[in-house]
């Protein structure tokens, strides 16, 4: 399983132009490879062939090095599910310093038992996103998501994390385009400017990597109880 999933991460890398360091390839490998043996007894991922967890997992979570750089910087992965995207970027950009937030503790609970064995180092929060952020308001120069919510409803729960200067990197498939122009007032009250939206194509399909940047603190109002953001977004 591994050596497919290196042929398949060493041949896309080339086509987004980045290069990794001294032994990063095989250690995303080793991590692709974690999830899906521990995802055989808890729900990680439907992704599982090895081609398709290279591209769609750890090439697909490289993409935000294209848009960003992270190197010495705070980054919070908001909602990470299985480590997607912050593990791959702290083991293509071992000087992040990563933060991996999930409100369920199983998962947490197994990457922070998996992690140490490979490397990575990053801090655990097991709670929810808008409960998490009372003590740790505007402190990360970067929020990043994937797969967690529509881009209005996100951005209420990764923009309050953000100091003023950084940016929340939002993860995005096909809909990218639908949900920006939906996010238009979110990004207005939350603080936030559009600074770019890039496309990289992937299966056959446009994944989007939307760079957010944090022009004014967050109102202390926001975030709100999820029932209330999810009842009536922003």
């Known amino acids: 399983m591994k050596n497919v999933m290196h042929r398949t991460l060493l041949a896309g890398l080339p086509e987004l132009g980045l290069e990794l360091p001294q032994g990063a390839s095989e250690r995303l490998c080793d991590f692709g490879c974690a999830v899906v043996e521990q995802n055989k007894v808890m729900n990680l991922t439907a992704i599982t062939e090895p081609e398709q967890v290279a591209r769609l997992h750890l090439l697909d979570c490289l993409t935000v090095l294209k848009c960003a750089d992270l190197a010495g910087k705070r980054l919070i992965d908001v909602g990470c599910g ?79 994390y953000v100091k003023v200067g950084g940016c929340v990197l939002a993860m995005k498939g096909s809909a990218g385009r639908e949900e920006l122009a939906e996010a238009k007032n979110a990004i207005r009250q939350l603080g936030l400017k559009l600074e770019k939206a890039e496309v990289f194509p992937m299966d056959g399909t446009e994944h989007m990597v939307i760079v957010l940047r944090k022009v004014a603190p967050t109102p202390a109002k926001y975030p709100r109880r999820y029932a209330k953001i999810k009842q009536s977004p922003l």
């Open 82 to 160: 299985a480590g997607f995207p912050g593990v791959p970027l702290k083991i293509a950009c071992p000087e992040l310093k990563l933060t991996l937030l999930d409100s369920l503790g199983k998962r947490m609970n197994w990457l922070e038992a998996t992690l140490p064995g490979l490397g990575v180092e990053a801090e655990y929060v097991t709670a929810r996103a808008e409960e998490a952020v009372a003590d740790r308001r505007e402190q990360y120069d970067f929020a990043t998501s994937r797969a967690v919510a529509r881009l209005n409803i996100l951005l209420e729960l990764t923009a309050p």
